[in-house]
């Protein structure tokens, strides 16, 4: 009954169907190692996240000796600690931030070090909207943003990588915003807004004056189990039931095909033209019926 699938033409099908069939498996696996690729990689950034907290504060120089270093990628977290002096004057207020379900902004203060370059510290975060005009005044809801401590002090803080667009709830779209705030805490968007040299990381304070509240640390970008995991994981659904629909439709065109040729060495037959009715479908059955006879 199915023989005719030995013809050249079903053959020519049938390494069609094996090779899409390849393909989708392929694809829907190589998604599902990127995804668990990403699980590990979250866990990783957890595990170190969570050693680097543990061990003992270490001088910012031992970790970024100059302002063209990067922040390496297992010190994401860790704790350092950065002697100076605050430049109040060029503080900060980073709005639309989050601290346990609630809306606020973080205060944001440089530290200007020794050699005259700064790091921009976090020194913590207060509930409401921003100022009018960033200015450290007051906030709605919030209270008054307290100033930062006078002449030279030591801060301890966690290390973390300059920030990205959409990355840690940091929104998709940032600019736009008045003088006195900044959407996204990174030498990059800070070079142009201080007169001098600015380490390319920033830490969060470890202790805050009230009423701010310290920030936590946040692992670093592209290290957690984002929309991207997700969509991998997606696709890898996508692509087997595509697999899966190739051999379904494969099976289901060649059952049409025996079939129709079941009823063609019975000599049923459906009708043709747009023209045909019942009487002419059965006329040919009819026919079909005599010459078989």
């Not at 639309?96 to 020794?114: A, K």
Request: charged share 15%; proline share 10%; with cysteine.
């Amino acid at each position: 009954m199915y023989r005719f699938l030995l013809t050249p033409r079903w053959l020519a099908v049938g390494v069609f169907v094996v090779l899409a069939v390849v393909v989708c498996v392929f694809m829907g696996t190589w998604q599902l190692s990127r995804f668990e690729f990403r699980v590990d990689q979250h866990r990783d950034a957890k595990n170190s996240q969570a050693h680097a907290a543990e061990q003992k504060p270490v001088p910012l120089a031992g970790v970024l000796p100059d302002t063209r270093a990067d922040v390496p990628s297992d010190d994401s977290g860790r704790k350092v600690t950065a002697t100076g002096r605050y430049d109040a004057a060029h503080q900060m207020l980073v709005p639309d931030r989050r601290l346990d379900g609630h809306d606020g902004y973080y205060v944001l203060t440089p530290l200007r070090l020794d050699g005259g370059a700064a790091l921009p510290v976090v020194r913590g975060w207060l509930p409401g909207t921003v100022p009018s005009g960033g200015s450290a005044d007051g906030a709605a809801g919030g209270g008054a943003v307290p100033a930062a401590p006078s002449g030279e002090v030591t801060v301890t803080g966690a290390l973390q990588y300059p920030e990205t667009a959409g990355s840690n709830g940091v929104p998709t779209a940032p600019g736009g915003l008045p003088s006195g705030q900044l959407g996204i805490i990174s030498a990059a968007s800070l070079v142009n807004l201080l007169p001098y040299p600015v380490y390319n990381g920033w830490i969060t304070a470890s202790e805050a004056a009230a009423p701010l509240k310290p920030v936590p640390p946040v692992a670093p970008p592209n290290s957690g189990l984002d929309l991207k995991a997700f969509q991998n994981l997606g696709y890898t659904g996508q692509w087997f039931v595509f697999a899966g629909f190739v051999v379904f439709m494969y099976f289901r065109l060649a059952r049409r095909e025996a079939e129709a040729r079941a009823d063609a060495e019975l000599g049923i037959l459906p009708p043709s033209g747009p023209g045909a009715g019942p009487g002419a479908g059965a006329g040919a059955r009819t026919g079909s019926a005599a010459h078989v006879a």
